[in-house]
């Protein structure tokens, strides 16, 4: 299957995104930042990142422009996972170049359909 990154401060979220993929075989790479989080996708070239908004230092959003417009990661579809559910953020996030936006909490089968959708391309 594939090897999802999720980029996300919360523990809560973090083990709860990471039960829903590994329960259906994904391998899981865990960030608590987005600093951290866009090393580790340079790092392990994940096939997909999950991406929190409001986080520490490097937010969301300018972790996930980091990641798309850089050609070592711009191949790695990303998905923005957050509570913010405002339609400014969603436009915000796809401008970013986010491949999808999702609020939590996420459904399971929403986060493995919207998955299968942008790991197809």
Sequence with gaps: MARILIVDDSPTEMYKLAAMLEKHGHEVLKAENGADGVALARQEKPDAVLMDVVMPGLNGFQATR????????SHIPVVIVTTKDQETDKVWGKR??????????????????????????
């Design 66 to 73: 980091q990641l798309t417009k850089d050609p070592e990661t």
């Design 96 to 121: 970013q170049g986010a491949k999808d936006y999702l609020t939590k909490p996420v459904e399971e089968s929403v986060l493995l359909n919207t998955l299968k959708a942008v790991l197809a391309g």
